[in-house]
């Protein structure tokens, strides 16, 4: 079973479904009976849902977002599997905290320097991003938890680091 979870405005759903057979899916557990109909073009699809008929238009709009329209509705759909989404947290939670100690940046896991968006001297607020850093295949801005100002920038854009690796230094105003 392949896991998934679909975030749609606030809202966390949590599906399954076997990638040899797609006529069960399960959205928290509970069973979705799911045929497809017939396909009308490129992205309008006719589904049996529990026996229920659906009209579905699904497109990808220019910032890679699913938009999934049906009865005179639209949602734009968040999806990711479950190790993307705690990796998510993880780097959420590192970048937050725990990887500035006493105005040092450093990498929260093995990862690569995608992009350097401060330069040495600049001034920056708590929360400004300060460099992408590509870990499993996400990007992850790591941002400033103080004002203050770049002291020093340790790494450069395409290096790859180590957890911990020091990527920059901050002085707190």
Known sequence: MEDLVLKIEDKEYYTQYDKNDYS???LNGKPFQVELLKKYGENIFSFAVNQRLLQVELVVDENQNLIVSFDGLSYQIDVTNETKKM???F???SASGAGVRGGQIKAPMPGMVVKILVEPGAEVHKGDSLLIVEAMKM???LKSPVRGKVKSIKVNE???VEKDALLMELEPF
């Open 24 to 26: 069960t899916i399960k």
């Open 87 to 89: 990796l998510g947290k």
């Open 91 to 93: 780097v959420q939670t």
């Open 139 to 141: 990007e992850n801005a």
């Open 158 to 160: 395409g290096e790859a």
